[in-house]
């Protein structure tokens, strides 16, 4: 179990009119697809920890309040094959229970279908997180897995 739980399980990805955003316990991951053969120097990227700004060529992509704080010194962006933007936000809360429900406060919202499979998502990596010797990158998951699922913490062991 050497690759990275999202990488064994997949990702549960919202769509948006500019690409799409993921998240798993301690990141948030943005792809905005840009114009084939845009070059670093047309990019403006600008993080802080609940703010984001990118343009393109001058042209306003995305821009606003995150849903909730970053670590702004951790995050990062990235020109892929000159056609894919892939931005990583590390999130502050990195608990299962922080889901967030959108990228930004009021705009690229999961609707509740995909909300539901983001939070089953975090809810398996923190079991895999707490048993490190089992694998629930194909496990399904029921009942009570919203904020994080049940809380065994104050069971004996």
Request: glycine residues 10%.
């Amino acid at each position: 179990m050497s690759a990275p739980f999202e990488e064994r399980s997949g990702v549960v990805p919202c769509g948006t009119p500019w690409g799409r955003w993921y998240q798993t316990l301690e990141e948030v991951f943005i792809e905005v697809q840009v114009p084939p053969g845009t070059r670093a120097k047309d990019v403006r990227c600008g993080l802080q920890s609940r703010h984001i700004a990118l343009s393109v060529g001058g042209r306003d992509v995305l821009q606003g309040k995150l849903f909730d704080s970053t670590i702004t010194d951790e995050g990062t962006w990235t020109l892929e094959d000159r056609k894919l933007i892939r931005i990583v936000l590390m999130k502050t809360n990195r608990d299962a229970g922080n889901c967030w429900t959108s990228l930004l406060e009021n705009e690229y919202a999961a609707d509740p279908w995909v909300q539901d499979q983001m939070q089953r998502k975090l809810t398996l990596e923190r079991f895999q997180r707490e048993n490190p010797g089992f694998d629930f990158s194909g496990a399904e998951i029921s009942g009570n897995y919203s904020k994080g699922g049940p809380d065994f913490s104050s069971l004996e062991k």
